[in-house]
């Protein structure tokens, strides 16, 4: 419903600068209500032709001072700020650097920013290496973003992944497992499940 509010009034304001739309972002985001949370971030996605690197920077402040919940998270990581990083993959280094951040958004961001380039079928090596990182993260939702992140390399790299997870399963929180191996065929599904004794 959000995203029709979101097209119908970016139309009016469309022809304004990145910088004067940006600071639109902003004063919806500072609202609090999750509705215009989406139509900021929606919006910011509909700037992707005008990013620049400098604009990390605002996505990054962003993510610090807006997102407290898994749905903000993914919404600007698989929007926005994952097309950002499609876009301009040099940032990849500084992502890696949030899986080791006390913040869990920023650890959940981690992973959940690079699906926007994965289902592009890019970044599968980054992806396994974020993985890595966060492999024994106690948090549900970082465990759970990291499987997401699994889950979708698994729809163009099944083997790969099913590598992955058949070399880290015995350490794998299996709420991570489980996300990662959601979309294999059901033989490697019960492979991956099959507990070693």
């Given at each position: 419903m959000?995203?029709?509010?979101?097209?119908?009034?970016?139309?009016?304001?469309?022809?304004?600068?990145?910088?004067e739309?940006?600071?639109l972002c902003r004063e919806l985001l500072e609202s609090g209500y999750g509705e215009e949370r989406g139509i900021a971030f929606d919006w910011a996605y509909r700037l992707k032709e005008y990013y620049e690197p400098p604009d990390f920077g605002i996505f990054k402040s962003w993510l610090e001072k807006y997102v407290h919940s898994w749905g903000s998270?993914?919404?600007?990581c698989t929007g926005a700020?994952?097309?950002?990083i499609f876009q301009f993959p040099e940032f990849i280094t500084e992502v890696k650097k949030w899986t080791e951040s006390k913040n869990r958004w920023f650890r959940r961001a981690s992973a959940v920013i690079m699906i926007y380039?994965?289902?592009r079928e890019r970044k599968l090596k980054t992806i396994f290496q974020i993985a890595d990182e966060l492999l024994l993260d106690e948090d549900?939702?970082?465990?759970?973003?990291?499987?997401?992140?699994?889950?979708?390399a698994s729809n163009n790299y099944p083997e790969e992944v099913f590598n992955?997870?058949?070399?880290?399963?015995?350490?794998?929180?299996?709420t991570a497992l489980r996300y990662a191996i959601e979309k294999l065929s059901p033989e490697l599904k019960k492979e991956a499940m099959k507990k070693d004794f």
């Open positions: 959000f995203r029709k509010i979101s097209a119908k009034y970016f139309k009016a304001i469309r022809d304004c600068s990145k910088i739309i940006f600071d998270c993914d919404n600007l700020f994952g097309e950002f380039s994965i289902r549900d939702l970082v465990q759970k973003g990291y499987g997401w992140m699994l889950k979708e992955y997870v058949m070399k880290n399963k015995k350490k794998m929180p299996r």
